[in-house]
C-alpha cells in the first residue's frame, strides 16, 4: 500500500563473544513486541537486530580457542545454540540480521569512513589514555571509577599507538541542544546523566581506529588502521537498509529512515545518543527519532556477568516453561525504562498466578462449559443480564488504554490494562454462575450470552496479547474457533461483539500448566549452582581479581557486625532531591521515595514511614548513601538504590537532618 505508515525498530547489534544471556533476551524480546504490535496496527515495519563481530576482544578468544575469529563468530551467531537459534526459540519476528563481517557492510564502512576523512572530520594523531579490553573502550582519568572502567569495573591498561579521531567535540554543542531540547533521548532522566557526566565536561575527540590488533575493518586508505568499534557499530542501523551498499535497495533506506526508536541497554546510551547523532551529523543525514535507553536484569541486586558466573540462560528457562511464558514475564515485571531484579520464584510465581491461575482459567473453564452444555457451539438465540454491562465496558475500552501504554513502551502497563479484563472475566463467571442457570432449561439463552461474552472478552484480550506471546495466542484462538484473521486483527477489537453470536469453541489442552513452585525452585537452584561452580573454576587468577570490584576487602568475615575504618571511608555520601514521595500498600513502615542525586533519579525505599508523611518529604534535601549495591526488596519487587541517612532519638523517634534549598542534589558530604 502506497501510503501505509512505516516503523524501523532496532536492537542494539551484539557483541558474540559467547552465548547470549537473559539481558540481551530482554532487549530483544521488547523490540519484537514493539514490531509485532506496530504490524498488528497496520504499520509497514522493518525490524532490525544482529552482532557486532570485530575487535580485540574476540581476536583473543578465537585465539585461545585454536580458531581463526571468522570462525569463533560463526559459530557463536550461526551455531547450534547460538544467536540466530535463540532468537528463533524466542519467537522473535527481525525481518533484517546484519553482522558487522557482511561484505556489504564492511565496504559501506569503507565508504563511510572516507567520507568523514575527505570532510575534515577524521584526523590522524596518536592516542594515550587507558584502554579497556573486555569494552573496546578508551577512557580519560578523570571518568575512572576508583582507577578502573566505569562501564564494567574492570582495570584499565595505558594505551598508546597512532590512530585516527573523530571531530566528536565539533559536534558538542548542537548535540547538547538535541538532548536537553527534545525528547531524542528517553526517558528523560537519562538525559541529565549525558549532558552532566560527559558534554559539560568537555567532549575529547574521539578514537576511530586501531593499529595494535587486526580483526576489523581495514581503512582503505591507510591498511595498517582497522576502523574501532562505533564507526563499524553504529552505521549498521543504515547500512541494513541499504546505505552506500548494494546489497538492499537504496528504497529501504528511503523508506524507513530516520530509525523510529533505537532500544538499547542503559549501559551503551552514552554511544547512542552522544556519538551516534554526531557521526550522523557529520556525514549530514537525518538523526532517529528517538533513542531508548532500558535498565538492566538484575541478579542478586548486581548486574550479570559471565566472569561471575551468574548469568541466566534464557534456552534453560524457554524450553522449561515455553517462550511465550518468558516473554510475558520479562515485559510484565519490570518497568522498562529501569532496572529490575531478576529472580527464578518470580518468574514462576507469575506464570502461576497470571497465566496458570487467570487467562488459562478463564480459556478452560469457558471451553468446557461451551462443550458441556451446548456441544461446544453456542445457540444464536442469546439473551442479555445486568451482570453484563461492567464486563462490556472494560472489554470495549481496552484497546484505547492498551495502546496508550504501548506508544510509551510501559509494556508492563499494558499487559496490566489487559489482565484487568481477564480478571474482571473470571468475575463475571462467578457473579453470573452458568452452572446455575444451566440446570434450568429456560434459561438456557442467557447461558449462551453468559458463554458468549466470555468468549468475545478472550478474542479482544488474546488479539492484544499477540506482541507478546504469539504461539499462545495461537493456540488460544484455535480453542475459541476464530479463523478468520479479521477477528484477530486491530480494528476487530475497537467494538464487542465482532464474534458471530453462533460461535464454535473447542475444549483443548491446558496452555499454560501450573508450577509445582517448590520442586521447581529447587532444581534450578541446584543448576545455578553448577552453573556458577563451573564459571568459576573457569576463570585463572587474574580473571577472577578482575571480577572483583576494585574496592573489594581482601577477605569477607560473615558473622562480625564490625568494620575497619577504612572500609567505613569507602561510603559515599552525596546530597539528594527528594522529588516524590508515596506510602506503600505492601509496607506500612517504607516510604517510596525518588531521590535525584545530581545524575538521576534514584529508587530508595525508606523505613521512616511512622514519623515523615510523604508530601511533607517533597522537595527536601537529604544526605544519601551513593554507592549502595542494589537491594532487592518486597520479595524482588523493588529494588532500593541507596539509603537516607537518618538517626534515632532517645525517645525511640526517628531524625531527618534536612539541608538548606540552597544546597546542591549530588554534593559529596565529607
Not at 256 to 285: C, N, Q, T, Y
Not at 289 to 317: C, E, Q, R, T
Not at 460 to 471: D, E, G, N, R, V
Request: charged share 25%; proline share 5%; glycine share 6%.
Amino acid at each position: 500500500m502506497e501510503n501505509q505508515k512505516k516503523f524501523y525498530i532496532t536492537t542494539p547489534i551484539y557483541y558474540p563473544s559467547d552465548k547470549l544471556h537473559i539481558g540481551h533476551t530482554y532487549c530483544t524480546v521488547a523490540t519484537d513486541a514493539m514490531a509485532r504490535y506496530k504490524r498488528l496496527q497496520g504499520y509497514k515495519v522493518m525490524f532490525l537486530t544482529g552482532t557486532d563481530e570485530h575487535g580485540l576482544k574476540i581476536e583473543q578468544k578465537a585465539e585461545a580457542a585454536g580458531v581463526t575469529p571468522q570462525q569463533f563468530v560463526d559459530n557463536i551467531v550461526e551455531g547450534p545454540r547460538g544467536v540466530k537459534d535463540l532468537w528463533k526459540l524466542m519467537e522473535i519476528s527481525y525481518d533484517r540480521f546484519i553482522r558487522t563481517t557482511d561484505d556489504y557492510h564492511v565496504s559501506a564502512i569503507q565508504k563511510i569512513f572516507k567520507k568523514m576523512y575527505d570532510k575534515g572530520d577524521i584526523y590522524k594523531g596518536t592516542y594515550k589514555g587507558k584502554y579497556c579490553t573486555p569494552c573496546e573502550s578508551f577512557w580519560t582519568e578523570s571518568q575512572l571509577v576508583n582507577g578502573c572502567c566505569p562501564d564494567c569495573g574492570r582495570p584499565v591498561v595505558d594505551a598508546e599507538e597512532e590512530a585516527y579521531f573523530f571531530r566528536l567535540s565539533k559536534y558538542a554543542d548542537r548535540v547538547r541542544d538535541l538532548l536537553v531540547n527534545t525528547d531524542f533521548l528517553q526517558p528523560r532522566s537519562r538525559v541529565n546523566e549525558m549532558v552532566n557526566n560527559f558534554i559539560d565536561k568537555g567532549l575529547e575527540d574521539l578514537c576511530v581506529s586501531r593499529t595494535s590488533f587486526n580483526w576489523g575493518i581495514p581503512v582503505n586508505f591507510d591498511p595498517k588502521h582497522v576502523v574501532y568499534v562505533w564507526i563499524d557499530a553504529l552505521f549498521n542501523y543504515t547500512t541494513a537498509l541499504g546505505f552506500m551498499n548494494d546489497r538492499y535497495p537504496d528504497s529501504d533506506y528511503e523508506t524507513f529512515w530516520p530509525a523510529d526508536v533505537h532500544f538499547v541497554g542503559k549501559e551503551i546510551v552514552r554511544f547512542h545518543s552522544i556519538i551516534w547523532p554526531a557521526m550522523l551529523m557529520s556525514m549530514e543525514m537525518p538523526l532517529p527519532k528517538h533513542v531508548f535507553g532500558h535498565g538492566w536484569l538484575l541478579l542478586d541486586g548486581g548486574k550479570m556477568s559471565k566472569s561471575k558466573g551468574n548469568v541466566v540462560d534464557p534456552y534453560i528457562l524457554a524450553e522449561r516453561y515455553s517462550a511465550d511464558a518468558l516473554r510475558y514475564f520479562l515485559l510484565r515485571d519490570f518497568p522498562f525504562g529501569t532496572d529490575g531484579n531478576f529472580s527464578n520464584e518470580l518468574l514462576i510465581n507469575r506464570i502461576n498466578m497470571d497465566l496458570a491461575n487467570d487467562l488459562g482459567n478463564l480459556l478452560s473453564r469457558t471451553t468446557a462449559m461451551a462443550d458441556k452444555y451446548f456441544g461446544g457451539t453456542l445457540p444464536a438465540d442469546q439473551q442479555e443480564g445486568p451482570e453484563d454491562a461492567e464486563l462490556l465496558a472494560m472489554a470495549g475500552a481496552l484497546r484505547g488504554k492498551y495502546e496508550a501504554q504501548m506508544e510509551k513502551y510501559a509494556f508492563q502497563n499494558a499487559l496490566a490494562e489487559v489482565f484487568n479484563v481477564i480478571a474482571r472475566a473470571n468475575k463475571y463467571i462467578d457473579e453470573t454462575a452458568p452452572w446455575v442457570l444451566a440446570k434450568d432449561e429456560a434459561k438456557k439463552p442467557r447461558l449462551a450470552r453468559v458463554l458468549y461474552n466470555l468468549a468475545e472478552t478472550l478474542r479482544i484480550c488474546a488479539t492484544l496479547l499477540q506482541p507478546f506471546m504469539p504461539a499462545a495466542c495461537d493456540k488460544i484462538f484455535a480453542q475459541l474457533g476464530v479463523t478468520d484473521a479479521g477477528l484477530r486483527s486491530w480494528d476487530s477489537v475497537a467494538v464487542f461483539g465482532a464474534m458471530p453470536a453462533a460461535c464454535t469453541l473447542h475444549k483443548g489442552e491446558n496452555i499454560f500448566p501450573r508450577i509445582d513452585a517448590k520442586k521447581e525452585l529447587a532444581e534450578l537452584e541446584a543448576m545455578e549452582a553448577a552453573q556458577k561452580a563451573a564459571a568459576q573454576a573457569a576463570l585463572s587468577n587474574e580473571e577472577k581479581a578482575a571480577a572483583q570490584p576494585a574496592d573489594a576487602p581482601a577477605e569477607i568475615i560473615d558473622h562480625e557486625p564490625e568494620i575497619s575504618f577504612d572500609d567505613f571511608m569507602k561510603t559515599e555520601l552525596r546530597v539528594g532531591e527528594i522529588r516524590a514521595a508515596e506510602a506503600m500498600k505492601e509496607s506500612k513502615k517504607l516510604l517510596h521515595l525518588t531521590v535525584f542525586d545530581g545524575e538521576r533519579e534514584r529508587c530508595i525505599l525508606s523505613g521512616i514511614a511512622k514519623w515523615y508523611k510523604p508530601e511533607d518529604l517533597v522537595g527536601k534535601k537529604v544526605a544519601i548513601v551513593a554507592n549502595l549495591a542494589p537491594r532487592p526488596m518486597m520479595k524482588g519487587k523493588y529494588v532500593s538504590e541507596g539509603m537516607i541517612v537518618a538517626a534515632d532519638t532517645a525517645d525511640g523517634g526517628c531524625i531527618i537532618p534536612f539541608f538548606p534549598a540552597e544546597a546542591q542534589a549530588g554534593s559529596r558530604i565529607h
